[in-house]
C-alpha cells in the first residue's frame, strides 16, 4: 500500500456552517493525518487554477462565486491510499445522492454546496497542492500512535 497526500478543500459552505471541527474530527478518526493546513480566501485567479476543466463551462461563474464567497480550510492530509480513502469517505458529489455515513451524506443536501473537494487522483492531488501550499508548509512527522493504526508491513 501507498503513502500519498491529497488535497482537501472544506468548502465555504462547511465553514458558514460550523462543521469545520466535525469533518477534521472524522479524518483524523479514520487515522489520516494532516500536514498542512490554513484558512484562506479563495481568489477568483486561484479558483480558475484548481478549476481550469471547468472554466470555459456555463456554470463555472456560480462555481468561481460560490468558491470565492467566504473562507475555506485547505487541508494536506496524508495516509495509506488517502485519495481513495478520503474520496469514500466524502461520499458521492451530489448529498441527494451520497449513502449515510458518508460526509455528503449525513451533512449535505446540494450537489454544488458539497462541503469538501478532494483530490482525485495522484496527478490532480500534486497539481492540487503545488496550488495552496508551499513545500516550506508541510510539516511532516510520524505520529507516536502509528504502531496502533497500521501494522508495520502495511
Known sequence: MAMQRSLVLLKPDCVERRLVGQLISRFEAKGLRMVAMKLIRITPELSKKHYAEHVSKPF???LESFITGSPVVAMA???LEAIAVIRNMLGATS???????TIRGDFSCSR???LVHA????EAAS???ELYFDKSEFCDYEPLI???LQASDE
Open 60 to 62: 463555472y461563474p456560480g
Open 77 to 79: 492530509i496524508e495516509g
Open 95 to 101: 448529498g441527494l445522492k451520497a449513502a449515510s455515513g
Open 112 to 114: 454544488q454546496m458539497n
Open 119 to 122: 483530490s482525485d487522483g495522484e
Open 127 to 129: 497539481r492540487e497542492l
Open 146 to 148: 502509528a504502531p496502533m
